[in-house]
């Protein structure tokens, strides 16, 4: 089975992602997670990436869509939970792509709706709790870089939920409920 988790920045798509990774041997492909780890280790494409994002800007297409080629020929176990990708109507066709070049399918495509303000909350909430704890702090989690952040979300990402939404294949859940109730939420969409 093959997930996409659809929303903003803040929505709780690693956490949700992390639950269905736990709970069903799936395997989390967080675009975002892979760019840090990139720009950590200091690769070329670290380098080219690491303004971007500090930025809030998406990074190019081709990278990103590299990155998940990569992914998708490897070990598949019990699907992939797609979670910050694709994020543009050129990688959800890429995506497409990838996936009917492996045999695979995509089974479901989960809006987490959320509103501003509660992102907004979430994510400086989330660098002042790791400021505190004296962990590393994500170096586009401030406020400047957020605005980007989401104004890159409603322009390239949102029309995502159309699109999905058009081929029969969106699922839309709260996601402003407790942690517990939104797992909740997702396990009815992937177990109906
Ligand atoms: P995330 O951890 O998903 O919030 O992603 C952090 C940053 O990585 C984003 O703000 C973008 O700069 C970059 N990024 C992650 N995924 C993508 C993607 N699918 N397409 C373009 N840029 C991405």
Request: proline share 3%; hydrophobic share 40%.
């Amino acid at each position: 089975m093959n997930i996409i988790l659809l929303g903003p920045p803040g929505a709780g798509k690693g956490t949700q992602a992390r639950f269905l990774c736990d709970e069903r041997d799936m395997i989390q492909l967080s675009t975002g997670d892979m760019l840090r780890e990139a720009k950590d280790s200091g690769t070329e494409m670290g380098k080219v990436v690491a303004d971007v994002m500090a930025r809030g800007d998406l990074v190019t297409d081709e990278i990103v869509i590299g990155l998940i080629r990569e992914k998708l020929e490897g070990d598949k176990k019990g699907g992939f939970i797609f979670d910050g990708f694709p994020r543009t109507l050129a990688q959800a066709d890429a995506l497409a792509e990838l996936l009917a070049e492996e045999g695979e399918t995509l089974d479901h495509v989960i809006e987490l709706q959320v509103n501003d303000d509660v992102l907004v909350q979430r994510i400086v909430g989330r660098a002042d709790e790791a400021r505190v704890a004296g962990q590393p702090v994500r170096a586009d989690d401030n406020e400047e870089s957020l605005k980007v952040r989401l104004m890159a979300y409603y322009k390239q990402t949102s029309p995502l939920i159309g699109y999905y939404h058009a081929k029969g294949q969106l699922a839309t859940v709260d996601g402003l409920g407790e942690i517990d109730e939104v797992k909740a939420d997702i396990a009815k969409v992937v177990d109906a």
